[in-house]
């Protein structure tokens, strides 16, 4: 498989350290708000990723954290912990709203068929693994204290901008801002690794420390997290681009500072979800979540289908106008895989071509539009039967999980989306039963009757005649 990787800002072939295993880390949810559709964007296309790696052969064991501590209003550690502002906008404490926003996080995820990692860490379980691996890198020199503060010092390594692209002068607010500047770093790029002073008396989760009574950065979350549970070596590291500096620059210096060698291979970044503002983020306000999407009538895997149509690789513009015409190539789509016959023999041999087209398009940097496109041309194709159709379609979607198989119709738009011939032959069908219950002939018309139900419709008797819909 072809990726491209952050670090080289090339694109490579995937190896693992070791054969056939994957080590996968995701960056988890910042839990003090709903997830919004751009947020989900990148766990879909890391979903996406995770399965189709699975789908590939390999045994993936993929670590999320859950941000509930520690992630400051400024990715440069500056301004006020989200959490604490998240709580003291609901009036709650910032382990309440933790709790209600990883629910509905993983609430969005089952919406989305996004499936749940195989370890879920909360940092706030690892405070003592944040203090060890900041204790260790102070006795290594890499890091001092400031201030009251413990901070990684930048200057330490021969190169902490890995991923190349990315400038001092950009480097976020509390940099360029000599207002907000943290007087205590020795070079502008260090930041925090474990905060006893800050500008903000009243954080509510503290911890005591050998520094003092405090709590971790946000950086050092996930480089401890991910070492604890997926061992000194990483295969692959994902998240949102935003994330790519200073978040995951930070976790590379600190994770090679402390185990002494090089961490993690592949660097996995999706680009964002614009909507018509710009860039979709929670601090803006005005974001749209998936039950906002719900709300207005559209099936959350429309949404997933929307995702998949674009590469992970180039931002995203969200409208609801894109989204009416994913609904409803989604409805037609579920239509012609519910029309197909099942229970017919199956040519394993007839079925290679199709599933090489797809790893061919998965295999490219993970092209999940061409990899759509293989559901369509199987759907077309002359040369395989209605079982054949469905069997491919069913391993595709193991990876795609637009639930091909068994999707529901979403009924508000079910109408529109519904094709022509589709349209077609179940009037013909009801035509062909009001003949039979004409001439009194029940047994055809019952077995018409069955035959409409297994395409999941349902006649309604009106005085203007017989009208199908789909049922609910
Ligand atoms: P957060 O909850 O803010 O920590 O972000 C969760 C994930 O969503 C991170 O991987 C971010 O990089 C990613 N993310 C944030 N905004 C967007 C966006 N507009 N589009 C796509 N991904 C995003
Ligand atoms: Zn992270």
Redesign the pocket.
């Known amino acids: 498989m072809i990726l491209y990787n952050t670090l080289g800002q090339t694109k490579q072939e995937f190896i693992p350290y070791e054969n056939k295993k994957v080590n996968m880390y995701t ?1 988890g ?2 839990v003090y708000h709903f ?2 559709i ?2 989900l ?2 766990y879909i296309m890391e979903d996406v990723l995770e399965k189709y790696l699975r789908y590939s052969g390999y045994d993936v064991t993929r670590v999320m954290n859950i ?1 509930d501590v520690g ?1 400051l209003s400024s990715d440069a550690d500056t301004g006020e912990d989200k959490m604490l502002s998240g709580a003291k906008r609901e009036h709650k404490t910032v382990m309440e709203i933790a709790k209600f926003y990883t629910d509905a996080f993983f609430d969005d995820c089952k919406k989305l068929n996004i499936k749940t990692p195989d370890v879920v860490e909360p940092a706030t379980n690892c405070i003592d693994d944040f203090i060890n691996m900041v204790s260790v890198l102070l006795e290594k020199d890499y890091a001092y204290i400031a201030g009251g503060n413990v901070y990684f010092d930048t200057s330490k390594l021969d190169n902490y901008y890995v991923f190349g692209n990315f400038k001092e002068e950009d480097l976020a607010v509390g940099v360029r801002d000599s207002v907000d500047a943290d007087e205590n770093k020795k070079n502008k790029s260090d930041f925090v690794l474990w905060f006893t002073k800050s500008k903000f008396e009243d954080q509510e989760l503290k911890w005591d420390s050998p520094w003092g009574i405090g709590y971790p950065g946000w950086h050092i979350e996930c480089s401890a997290i991910s070492i604890k549970h997926s061992g000194e070596y990483l295969d692959i590291h994902c ?5 790519a500096f200073p978040h995951h620059t930070n976790e590379i210096a600190q994770s090679e500072a402390f185990l002494g060698h090089p961490w993690c291979k592949y660097w996995f970044h ?1 680009l ?3 909507d018509a503002r710009g ?4 601090s803006k306000g005005g974001f749209l979540t998936v039950s906002l999407l719900e709300e207005n009538g559209y099936d959350p895997l429309a949404y997933r289908m929307f995702c998949l149509q674009s590469h992970y690789r180039k931002p995203l513009t969200f409208s609801y106008d894109s989204l009416d015409n994913v609904q409803k190539a989604y409805n037609k789509l579920i239509n012609r895989v519910a029309n197909l016959k099942d229970g017919e023999a199956i040519n394993e041999e007839n079925l290679v071509p199709y599933r090489q087209s797809f790893k061919d398009a998965m295999d490219n940097d993970l092209n999940t539009s061409l990899g759509l496109t293989c559901v369509y041309d199987v759907l077309k194709a002359n040369d395989l039967s209605d079982s054949e159709k469905r069997k491919l379609i069913e391993e595709f979607d193991y990876v795609l999980s637009l639930d091909l198989l068994n999707g529901k119709i979403n009924s508000e738009s079910a109408e529109i989306s519904v094709s022509d011939d589709f349209n077609k032959e179940i009037e013909e069908l009801i035509a062909k039963r009001n003949e039979a219950r004409k001439s009194k002939d029940w047994a055809t018309a019952d077995a018409i009757r069955d035959e409409l139900k297994a395409k999941k419709i349902v006649l309604i008797d009106t005085p203007q005649g017989v009208k199908w819909e789909f049922e609910k």
Request: net charge positive.
């Open positions: 960056c949810p910042t997830a919004h751009g947020n964007r990148t941000t992630h998240g949102g681009i935003d994330n999706v964002h979800l614009n860039k979709m983020s929670k």
